[in-house]
T-cell receptor, first 113, second 112 residues
């Protein structure tokens, strides 16, 4: 069963804590993306990766970090520098460098305690 | 990016066709029109895309005007499960990064 999985579905962060959101795909896609969505808003790009061991900042990368050590995995760390992390985080993947048909995971909702 | 304009919300009766319009008057010749939808609390789902010709797949039809300045997404027989926010996107052709800009979209409410 091919697709994108994200875990956990809900995540709670304490002040000053780093948390890592998981994203895994078995679609053999080259490119992967992280988006943030605030209530009632559209999606904003945080980071993207077109190939293993390479990634680029999106529009709102401050306070976030990523790694791409394996083709199928693209974890996102929300660091303590991100002052307003409460949001819905979506991971996506696409074939090729300019693939615009993106397949999205179910999302992780991050809440700050 | 070519800017897109969509109505913020629409209603449709269950079983009827839902016609969702999108204006993209600044679109250039090699830019595609993409449609995605997002059901509440889920990730967006790709629906269809097109360049010039009308397109149809198992989910929907896409009608693009001859001048390409507007398009219409058609759900031929809307069901309650089609209630979602529908996004019309025109990504720049060679922008690898910020290639999908999700704006406000149209909130479609399918009613029994």
């Amino acid at each position: 069963d091919g697709g994108i999985t994200q875990s956990p579905k809900y995540l709670f962060r304490k002040e000053g804590q780093n948390v890592t959101l998981s994203c895994e795909q078995n679609l053999n896609h080259d490119a992967m993306y992280w988006y943030r969505q605030d209530p009632g808003q559209g999606l904003r790009l945080i980071y993207y990766s077109q190939i293993v061991n390479d990634f680029q900042k999106g529009d709102i990368a401050e306070g976030y970090s990523v790694s791409r050590e394996k083709k199928e995995s693209f974890p996102l760390t929300v660091t303590s520098a991100q002052k307003n992390p409460t949001a819905f985080y979506l991971c996506a993947s696409s074939m090729g460098q300019f693939g615009r048909t993106q397949y999205f995971g179910p999302g992780t909702r991050l809440l700050v305690l | 990016d070519a800017k897109t304009t969509q109505p913020p919300s629409m209603d449709c009766a269950e079983g009827r066709a839902a016609n969702l319009p999108c204006n993209h008057s600044t679109i250039s010749g090699n830019e595609y029109v993409y449609w995605y939808r997002q059901i509440h609390s889920q990730g967006p789902q790709y629906i269809i895309h097109g360049l010039k010709n009308n397109e149809t797949n198992e989910m929907a039809s896409l009608i693009i005007t001859e001048d390409r300045k507007s398009s219409t997404l058609i759900l031929p027989h809307a069901t309650l499960r089609d209630t979602a926010v529908y996004y019309c996107i025109v990504p720049p052709p060679n922008n690898a990064g910020n290639m999908l800009t999700f704006g406000g979209g149209t909130r479609l409410m399918v009613k029994p």
